[in-house]
């Protein structure tokens, strides 16, 4: 067994394992990031980049179909080979010797194997082939082993066999039907791709779809999803799972009625992968989210860091890689001996988790968020006003699509005259985020807001309406 000391110690090369890493390796430190998996980790090979990819080639064809010209030259369907092919291309047919390449250009040391905590700062990383290393970090271990995927307890789930979202999507056979259950964002996605695909596909959702968004936003998934021929069944439960002799999956609801299906997704939620990183060995608990200031460290521990969707903050990638820039400059500052102020443009604090976090869903239509709901911001007491538009009145909606559908709301803080939240739901609508985000980030008053003028004829003009009907 062999021994090495570093200055940082990264468990997880994902996306937020590799940024916390650079950070503190620009910041002077030596770093080594553990693996269990594939570097890139999940977001790389069975979340966001592969789904994506799935994704594009239904939303390119509703699009063609949606403008005449464009329209009359689509004659056929989804190639789901064609889409599988370009799908394996993006995820380097699950080989990540690129990103591994890229770890060692950046001067950042990898090891691979399951990495575990066995006493302040140490961690015993076992290898595929038995073997054991020691490694020593002299300031800060950071844990960034995201999350996997929650498997409700309902009665013969476990022995069916179903799927999660890395079954999904690194689908190899595409099923002719598909129960899904959860109506959040993964199960949303997923039934837009497979129902594009020509499956058969039911979601099944205790609520209503996208339940953290606004609620016309779910509603416009759940229409378009019921026009793609797909059976979208809210307020039920699944009380029993089986699979019966032909291997079809028999779901009993809680409404009486019966689902069947080739394949069950399960989407209903993610659980931390912590139960197996040696929390017991210094004084926490296995399996638990880990809390985390706003500086991403552990609280109650002056080495520990917890980044990403490990500390339950935001789920989401680009939330984790934010906290990650955060985490690797402070703890390569705090290395140095140095106060966390003393970076010179700014806090080294991830304070945008708590108010303006935007969220694109990939979904038919799509639906962008940030910041604020109506609901979230009354919640808060916040003496708001709602500014409410339909896209398809904008100019630009009648260029983008011959028959676009679309709507967006404003959410502005009264007392403060400047935006809190964004919502967006239409075609393409990701593409208007980035402003919203930082319109609110930057706190730019709504009078001030009149000077950014929005290109014509473009969906952005929907910032002028709705600076119209704030009319101040």
């Known amino acids: 067994m062999s021994t090495r000391e570093y200055d940082l110690v990264v468990i997880g090369a994902g996306p937020v394992g590799e940024n916390v890493a650079d950070r ?22 069975w ?14 064809l509703r699009a063609a179909r949606d403008v005449e010209g464009a329209a009359q030259a689509v004659t056929g369907t989804v190639d789901v080979a064609a889409t599988l092919k370009r799908r394996d291309a993006v995820v380097h047919e699950w080989n990540d010797s690129s990103q591994a390449e890229w770890l060692a250009s950046a001067g950042i040391d990898l090891v691979r194997g399951h990495g575990r905590m066995t006493a302040e700062r140490e961690i015993a990383v076992a290898h595929a082939d038995g ?32 799927w999660t979202s890395r079954e999904a ?21 997923m039934a837009t791709l497979f129902s594009s695909f020509g499956t058969q596909v039911t979601v099944i959702a205790r609520s209503g779809l996208l339940g953290g968004v606004e609620p016309f936003a779910g509603e416009a998934v759940a229409r378009a999803l019921t026009d793609a021929g797909a059976d979208v069944r809210t307020g039920v439960q699944v009380e029993r799972v089986e699979r019966d002799d032909a291997g079809q999956v028999v779901l009993a ?27 017991e060995h210094v004084g926490g608990e296995p399996g638990a989210w880990l809390d985390v200031d706003d500086t991403l460290r552990v609280r109650g521990f ?39 102020d003393d970076r010179p443009w700014g806090k080294h604090v991830a304070t945008a988790d708590h108010s303006a976090v935007p969220q694109v869903v990939f979904t038919e239509p799509e639906v962008a ?47 403060r005259q400047v935006m809190i939240g964004a919502t967006f739901v239409g075609p393409d609508v990701a593409e208007l985020l980035h402003a919203a985000t ?15 003028v929005p290109s014509y004829p473009t969906l952005s003009e929907v910032w002028l309406r709705w600076l119209e009907a704030w009319g101040r």
Request: glycine letters at 12%; one cysteine or more; aromatic letters at 4%.
């Open 24 to 45: 503190a390796t620009q910041g002077g430190l030596s770093v080594v990031i553990v693996e269990s998996e594939l570097v890139g980790g999940e977001c790389s090979y």
């Open 47 to 60: 979340a966001c980049m592969p789904s994506k990819a799935l994704l594009r080639a239904g939303s390119a």
């Open 131 to 162: 073997t054991e290393t020691t490694l020593r970090a002299r300031h800060a271990v950071a844990i960034a082993t995201g999350t996997a995927a929650l498997l409700p307890d309902i009665p013969g789930l476990r022995d069916a066999q179903p």
């Open 169 to 189: 999507t690194g689908v190899r056979e595409v099923p002719a039907s598909l129960a899904i259950l959860g109506g959040g964002v993964v199960g949303s996605e």
């Open 253 to 279: 609801l809680s409404d009486g009625s019966e689902v069947r299906a080739d394949e069950i997704l399960v989407a209903t939620g993610r659980v931390p992968r912590t139960g197996d990183v040696g929390l």
């Open 302 to 340: 002056d080495w520990l860091y917890a980044v990403g969707d490990v500390n339950h903050r935001v789920l989401l990638t680009h939330q984790g890689k934010y906290q990650a820039r955060a985490a690797g400059d402070v703890i390569a500052v705090r290395a140095r001996g140095g106060d966390v």
């Open 369 to 415: 968020s940030v910041g604020h709901t109506e609901a979230s911001a009354r919640q808060a007491g916040i003496g708001i006003r709602v500014l409410d538009y339909d896209l398809s009145w904008v100019a630009g909606a009648s260029t983008h699509a011959d028959h676009y559908r679309g709507q967006a709301r404003a959410i502005v803080d009264e007392q």
């Open 438 to 452: 930082v319109a609110i980030v930057g706190e730019v008053p709504m009078d001030r807001l009149w000077h950014a």
